[in-house]
C-alpha cells in the first residue's frame, strides 16, 4: 500500500462559495442588487425595529458616562431616635461607633456616610464628633445637655 493509492472513506464536503465570481454567472446566485447582494450582509432583525420605537428612559444604559454621578456621596440618614436607643448617655457618637452599634455598614471596604436628621426624640447626653447634622437635630442634642464637635 502506497500514499498515493489510499482514499477517504467519506467523501469531503465543500461549500460553495456564492458570490465571488467564477461560474455563476453575473449576480453568483445571490439575485439582483441590494443588501443581500453585498458582502457581509446582514438583515436587521425585526423587533429591533420595535424596540427603536419605545420611548426611552434617561439612566443606566449606552449613556450611562453622561447620567449617572459615580461620585455623588450617599448619605445614610440617621434619626435622633435611632441613637436614643443605641447609645447610653455620655457616650460618644462618630462613625466608627455607628459601624459598631450596627447602624452604619461597610461598602467596599469603607463606612457609609451619616447625616443626623432631627426626627424624634433624645434625652441622653452625647458627645457627637465627625458627622454631619441638621440644624435642627443639633439643637436638640445641645438641649439634651450633649456636644457637638464639627
Do not use: C
Not at 465571488?20 to 453575473?26: A, L, P, S, T, Y
Not at 443588501?35 to 424596540?51: C, F, N, V, W, Y
Not at 450611562?64 to 448617655?89: K, Q
Amino acid at each position: 500500500m502506497q500514499t498515493n493509492t489510499l482514499k477517504a472513506k467519506t467523501k469531503r464536503m465543500t461549500s460553495t462559495r456564492v458570490g465571488r465570481g467564477g461560474k455563476r454567472g453575473k449576480t453568483s446566485g445571490r439575485g439582483t442588487k441590494g443588501q443581500k447582494a453585498r458582502s457581509g450582509h446582514r438583515m436587521r432583525p425585526e423587533m429591533r425595529d420595535l424596540i427603536k420605537k419605545l420611548p426611552k428612559l434617561r439612566g443606566h444604559g449606552k449613556n450611562r458616562a453622561r447620567t449617572v454621578r459615580t461620585d455623588r456621596v450617599r448619605f445614610v440618614a440617621v434619626n435622633l431616635s435611632t441613637l436614643e436607643a443605641a447609645f447610653n448617655g455620655g457616650e460618644s457618637v462618630n462613625a466608627d461607633t455607628l459601624l459598631k452599634a450596627g447602624i452604619l455598614r461597610t461598602v467596599s471596604g469603607r463606612i457609609q456616610r451619616a447625616k443626623i436628621l432631627g426626627s424624634g426624640e433624645l434625652s441622653k447626653p452625647l458627645q457627637v464628633s465627625g458627622i454631619p447634622m441638621s440644624a435642627s437635630a443639633k439643637a436638640a442634642i445641645e438641649k439634651a445637655g450633649g456636644s457637638v464637635v464639627a
